[in-house]
């Protein structure tokens, strides 16, 4: 084990006899930014929950720090933003960190720079003196996050942190989780939404029915695959043929022409192909496949429910 921050085997999870995660084995690097992506209900939270002790697993055994789940100290070196919160209404925005890092049993002068800063990160200095019971759901996702850092954490893990945000607000996330990488953070991102956010990930666990049924660099996954949308007229029957020399997959809709390549090195050779066989080739545009078409192939369209 190079340097895990998460170790998990075979853990499990149980309610009743309803399965939440069947078996969940991963390891997560120092300095990773891990997404866990998958349909609502397919066990991301309880997966979650397990790491943080929050939940007993039914099974299996898991490591945070090379440190049993179980262990109390392990917690002070980790960050967590909830999926659902329920903070204290009457707390201003202020006052509600300042709880947390008295929790944390932070020095109350650093606790108070620390605060001020985060405060600043997601964008809440302007309503720091408002109490939360007054704050719009983006307004309470951005105090969870600025919560989940209070302790300048080694390990963040946020579970859907994008789901009440918007397009700002994402954004904000996303520059939040790139600025963590560079300093080095671990980041595990719980998320059943695929937006530019999940777009920092290092590596994705595809996760459905509480089981992990994928997990590959982002990298390859999404720079692996390219589309290829072709406008032609005088496309004849034969010349669609051949082209399955370079693509399994090619599909015919009236003057468009998809098909998906292993690489963009064919292109020109494509182009000139299909203009021999008599084609008159109006637009040729590749594009990655985006992430969102590879969690539909992977996970599916029937929900993880
Ligand atoms: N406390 C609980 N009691 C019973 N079933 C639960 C409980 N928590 C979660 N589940 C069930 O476990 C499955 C996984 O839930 P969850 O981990 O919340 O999924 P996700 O976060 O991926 O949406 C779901 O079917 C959910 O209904
Ligand atoms: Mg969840």
Same mark, same amino acid.
């Given at each position: 084990m190079p340097d895990a921050v998460i170790q998990t085997s075979h853990l499990r999870k149980l309610y009743g006899d309803k399965v939440a995660v069947s078996d969940l084995s991963l390891s997560v690097e120092r300095g990773e930014v891990f997404g866990f992506l998958g349909p609502n209900g397919a066990g991301k939270t309880t997966s979650v929950k397990m790491l943080l002790h929050l939940v007993k697993p039914s099974g299996g055994e898991g490591f945070l720090f090379g440190q #049993?789940? $179980?262990? #109390?100290?392990?917690?002070?070196?980790v960050g967590f933003m909830p999926e659902h919160f329920r903070f204290h @209404?009457?707390?201003r925005g202020e006052e509600f960190l300042a709880l947390h890092a008295d929790l944390y049993h932070m020095e109350k002068g650093l606790a108070r720079k620390r605060i001020a800063e985060l405060l600043d990160l997601v964008g809440l200095r302007p309503h720091a003196h408002k109490k939360l019971g007054e704050y719009s759901k983006g307004m309470l996702q951005r105090i969870g996050l600025a919560q989940a850092l209070l302790n300048q954490p080694e390990l963040v893990i946020l579970d859907e #942190? &994008?789901?009440?945000? @918007?397009p700002v607000g994402r954004r904000l996330v996303r520059d939040i989780i790139r600025d963590l990488r560079q300093r080095g953070t671990t980041v595990f991102l719980n998320s059943h939404l695929l937006s530019e956010?999940?777009? &920092?990930? @290092?590596r994705v666990a595809f996760i459905k029915h509480g089981e992990v049924i994928r997990i590959s660099a982002l990298q390859t996954l999404v720079e692996g695959e390219l589309s290829v949308q072709v406008r032609a007229r005088n496309l004849l029957p034969e010349a669609l043929q051949g082209l399955e020399r370079w693509s399994r997959n090619v599909r015919l809709d009236g003057e468009n022409l998809t098909l998906t390549l292993? $690489?963009?090195?064919d292109l020109p050779e494509i182009n000139r192909y299909l203009v021999e066989q008599g084609a008159e080739v109006y637009a040729l545009r590749p594009q990655h496949v985006s992430l969102e078409d590879l969690f539909i192939e992977i996970v599916g369209t029937d929900g993880g429910l």
């Open positions: #049993p789940l $179980s262990e #109390p100290m392990v917690r002070r070196r @209404d009457w707390l #942190p &994008t789901s009440g945000l @918007d956010v999940e777009i &920092t990930c @290092d292993a $690489s963009e090195a």
